[in-house]
């Protein structure tokens, strides 16, 4: 028993040791290999610390080789410029040099020319005093009888010279006239929309249509007495029309009757509140259109109360016209024609968006729309020039300046276009044809046509019916019916055309 458990012990004893001294060994191999890795590890980043440095080296030569090269070629510039300037100061001192011997050979012409001009003035006065002696006549006399005695033997001749003359002048001055406008017109052509008293919205549904009535009418009643405008609610599907003569009324009311059908809640209290917000909308609206006005015309210097007050004619018509729209176009023409002319196409074109600046408040106010807006600029401190050149387009003031003209002439294109204004395009075609009927109802014409807008007719007679004399007639009578018959601003010309075209053929 005691043998076997000394043998355990021995044996357990030596595993141990042989254990303890195969672990030390493999320890041990492991550090040398982990060393030996190490040492590897060691070398590589050696060898590519070396590698870069290398490289960093020839780098650092390659950007001195290239900087020292970069140096010689900007030396090489440098002398080049150099030179060149060298050379122009020379040629400089040479011309300068030059000059100066100009300026002393213009000296001396200068004074051998006024000693010659004195001499030939003296030479003058001598022959004069001479003449003056022998005739026992001054020179003023002299001239006198010599002028009177030409008058009186060319006096027709000058009559008629003088008529060739006015007759041409006045020609050339209506040709210019047309160029003037019709450069202006083309230049800006611009379309127009005639607006109405009512406004037709649609509607998602008819139910709606229920629910803006609302019970026993109050919401109608409510949103009317809110806006001022009137809510015509038919059998025609899918619609509902606001109706107002006032622009601006017509759409505040717009704005809330769309929130309110897309919001669905209509009642009383309801109304009131969209109403309220969309003045306020329509108010910085107004704001914003009379901004984007003078900013897209250019025009400075204006004060923003007077400002607002353009915007407010973008809700402003004139017989269907947006006041603003038409403004806009007058001022835009306004400064064509003056710059054509040479004349002063600032004054004119701030005079021509101001000139209808009183109807913005006209119903509110007592008054001309002139008178208004004269007044209304007066008290924003506008020029008086400004003033002057917009107060004569409606005759009430006498034009006291080139500018004034021409913004009566500008407002006059802008509300004669066909279709600016309402019922103006049925009127125009109307009248057109009545000019037209008026020619033809004469015996002899053979064609008529009604051209430039209705202001000229140009009638074809036949040259076997009517003489010259007939036909100056026929011109008369026309015209004389046209006063008679028909209504109409500014003049209509009449142009009756007489020719003969023979015609043979060569066969």
Same mark, same amino acid.
């Given at each position: 028993? &005691?043998?076997?458990?000394?043998?355990?012990?021995?044996?357990?004893?030596?595993?141990?040791?042989?254990?303890?001294?195969?672990?030390?060994?493999?320890?041990?191999?492991?550090?040398?290999?982990?060393?030996?890795?190490?040492?590897?590890?060691?070398?590589?980043?050696?060898?590519?610390?070396?590698?870069?440095?290398?490289?960093?080296?020839?780098?650092?030569?390659?950007? @001195?080789?290239?900087?020292?090269?970069?140096?010689?070629?900007?030396?090489?510039?440098?002398?080049?410029?150099?030179?060149?300037?060298?050379?122009?100061?020379?040629?400089?001192?040479?011309?300068?040099?030059?000059?100066?011997?100009?300026?002393?050979?213009?000296?001396?012409?200068?004074?051998?020319?006024?000693?010659?001009?004195?001499?030939?003035?003296?030479?003058?006065?001598?022959?004069?005093?001479?003449?003056?002696?022998?005739?026992?006549?001054?020179?003023?006399?002299?001239?006198?009888?010599?002028?009177?005695?030409?008058?009186?033997?060319?006096?027709?001749?000058?009559?008629?010279?003088?008529?060739?003359?006015?007759?041409?002048?006045?020609?050339?001055?209506?040709?210019?006239?047309?160029?003037?406008?019709?450069?202006?017109?083309?230049?800006?052509?611009?379309?127009?929309?005639?607006?109405?008293?009512?406004?037709?919205?649609?509607?998602?549904?008819? &139910?709606?249509?229920?629910?803006?009535?609302?019970?026993?009418?109050?919401?109608?009643?409510?949103?009317?007495?809110?806006?001022?405008?009137?809510?015509?609610?038919?059998?025609?599907?899918?619609?509902?029309?606001?109706?107002?003569?006032?622009? @601006?009324?017509?759409?505040?009311?717009?704005?809330?009757?769309?929130?309110?059908?897309?919001?669905?809640?209509?009642?009383?209290?309801?109304?009131?509140?969209?109403?309220?917000?969309?003045?306020?909308?329509?108010?910085?609206?107004?704001?914003?259109?009379?901004?984007?006005?003078?900013?897209?015309?250019? @025009?400075?210097?204006?004060?923003?109360?007077?400002?607002?007050?353009?915007?407010?004619?973008?809700?402003?018509?004139?017989?269907?016209?947006?006041?603003?729209?038409?403004?806009?176009?007058?001022?835009?023409?306004?400064?064509?024609?003056?710059?054509?002319?040479?004349?002063?196409?600032?004054?004119?074109?701030?005079?021509?968006?101001?000139?209808?600046?009183?109807?913005?408040?006209?119903?509110?106010?007592?008054?001309?729309?002139?008178?208004?807006?004269?007044?209304?600029?007066?008290? /924003?401190?506008?020029?008086?020039?400004?003033?002057?050149?917009?107060?004569?387009?409606?005759?009430? /003031?006498?034009?006291?300046?080139?500018?004034?003209?021409?913004?009566?002439?500008?407002?006059? @294109?802008?509300?004669?276009?066909?279709?600016?204004?309402?019922?103006?395009?049925?009127?125009?075609?109307?009248?057109?044809?009545?000019?037209?009927?008026?020619?033809?109802?004469?015996?002899?014409?053979?064609?008529?046509?009604?051209?430039?807008?209705?202001?000229?007719?140009?009638?074809?007679?036949?040259?076997?019916?009517? &003489?010259?004399?007939?036909?100056?007639?026929?011109?008369?009578?026309?015209? &004389?019916?046209?006063?008679?018959?028909?209504? /109409?601003?500014?003049?209509?010309?009449?142009?009756?055309?007489?020719?003969?075209?023979?015609?043979?053929?060569?066969?």
């Amino acid at each position: 028993m &005691d043998a076997n458990l000394i043998r355990l012990v021995v044996g357990l004893a030596a595993g141990l040791l042989a254990g303890w001294g195969l672990r030390h060994f493999v320890g041990i191999r492991r550090a040398d290999s982990l060393e030996k890795r190490l040492q590897d590890k060691e070398r590589e980043a050696k060898e590519k610390t070396d590698e870069i440095i290398l490289a960093a080296k020839q780098k650092g030569v390659d950007i @001195i080789t290239e900087a020292r090269q970069e140096e010689k070629e900007l030396r090489r510039q440098i002398v080049r410029t150099e030179e060149r300037l060298m050379e122009r100061d020379n040629q400089l001192q040479r011309l300068a040099k030059n000059l100066e011997i100009r300026q002393r050979d213009l000296e001396k012409q200068t004074v051998h020319i006024d000693s010659l001009q004195k001499e030939t003035q003296d030479i003058r006065d001598n022959q004069v005093k001479e003449l003056e002696v022998i005739s026992k006549l001054s020179a003023k006399e002299a001239k006198e009888r010599l002028l009177k005695d030409v008058e009186e033997h060319y006096q027709k001749d000058i009559y008629t010279r003088l008529k060739e003359l006015e007759e041409e002048g006045k020609y050339l001055l209506e040709e210019k006239a047309k160029n003037i406008m019709g450069l202006a017109m083309q230049r800006l052509a611009s379309m127009h929309t005639s607006e109405v008293t009512s406004y037709t919205m649609d509607i998602p549904s008819d &139910d709606i249509k229920g629910k803006i009535i609302g019970k026993e009418g109050r919401n109608i009643r409510a949103f009317e007495r809110a806006t001022g405008v009137e809510v015509v609610i038919d059998e025609t599907p899918g619609v509902v029309t606001l109706s107002s003569f006032n622009p @601006i009324r017509r759409e505040i009311a717009r704005v809330s009757m769309e929130r309110l059908i897309k919001d669905g809640r209509i009642q009383p209290a309801r109304i009131e509140a969209e109403v309220d917000k969309a003045r306020k909308e329509v108010a910085e609206e107004i704001v914003k259109a009379g901004q984007d006005t003078v900013y897209q015309l250019g @025009i400075v210097g204006l004060h923003p109360d007077l400002v607002k007050i353009i915007g407010r004619l973008k809700y402003r018509t004139s017989y269907g016209q947006n006041v603003l729209d038409h403004s806009t176009e007058v001022a835009r023409l306004a400064e064509i024609i003056a710059t054509e002319l040479h004349a002063d196409s600032a004054i004119a074109k701030k005079a021509g968006l101001l000139h209808d600046i009183g109807k913005a408040v006209d119903r509110e106010v007592q008054g001309t729309h002139v008178e208004i807006g004269k007044r209304i600029l007066e008290k /924003y401190n506008v020029d008086e020039e400004v003033i002057k050149a917009m107060q004569s387009h409606h005759g009430e /003031y006498e034009p006291e300046s080139v500018e004034a003209l021409i913004v009566e002439a500008a407002d006059a @294109i802008s509300a004669s276009r066909p279709g600016a204004r309402k019922g103006s395009i049925e009127e125009f075609l109307h009248r057109l044809e009545e000019l037209e009927a008026i020619a033809n109802s004469y015996p002899g014409v053979q064609k008529s046509y009604a051209i430039q807008a209705g202001r000229e007719v140009r009638i074809f007679v036949n040259p076997e019916d009517l &003489d010259d004399l007939k036909t100056k007639m026929l011109a008369r009578n026309v015209a &004389d019916k046209i006063e008679e018959k028909l209504k /109409y601003p500014g003049e209509i010309k009449v142009v009756v055309i007489r020719e003969n075209r023979i015609i043979e053929y060569a066969r």
